[in-house]
Nanobody, 124 residues
């Protein structure tokens, strides 16, 4: 499985961006998908997760109410809509796939495949 993240860029505080993560392979609809981010000098942190069906989503407290994860299984793509962006959202954003049947995980060690990352920079 290959994941390709895109959509990052430079935006002013209060603005918005939409990240996309396109995947290869025929089994995308079976994967739980997640977004993580990593700021310079910090650990990679969980942003949010969406179940394989799209019925369940989970978010870190820091982004809850501002970010929305969705997926289109017909297009093998997962999205991260980011609104009301803050300078502290600046990071490299990674998409990840969990091929197990676990209902939830925010641990990066539980994800089997990773995209290459896309830079998001929010200016104040």
């Amino acid at each position: 499985v290959q994941l390709q993240a895109s959509g990052g860029g430079l935006v002013q505080a209060g603005g918005y961006l939409r990240l996309s993560c396109a995947t290869s392979g025929r089994t995308f609809s079976r994967y739980n998908m997640a977004w993580f981010r990593q700021a310079p000098g910090k650990e990679r942190e969980f942003v949010g997760r969406i179940s394989w069906s799209g019925d369940s989503t989970y978010y870190a407290d820091s982004v809850k109410g501002r970010f929305t994860i969705s997926r289109d299984n017909a297009k093998n793509t997962v999205y991260l809509q980011m609104n009301s962006l803050k300078p502290e959202d600046t990071a490299v954003y990674y998409c990840a796939a969990d091929e197990t049947y676990r209902s939830y995980s925010s641990s990066r060690y539980d994800y089997d495949y990773w995209g290459q990352g896309t830079q998001v920079t929010v200016s104040s």
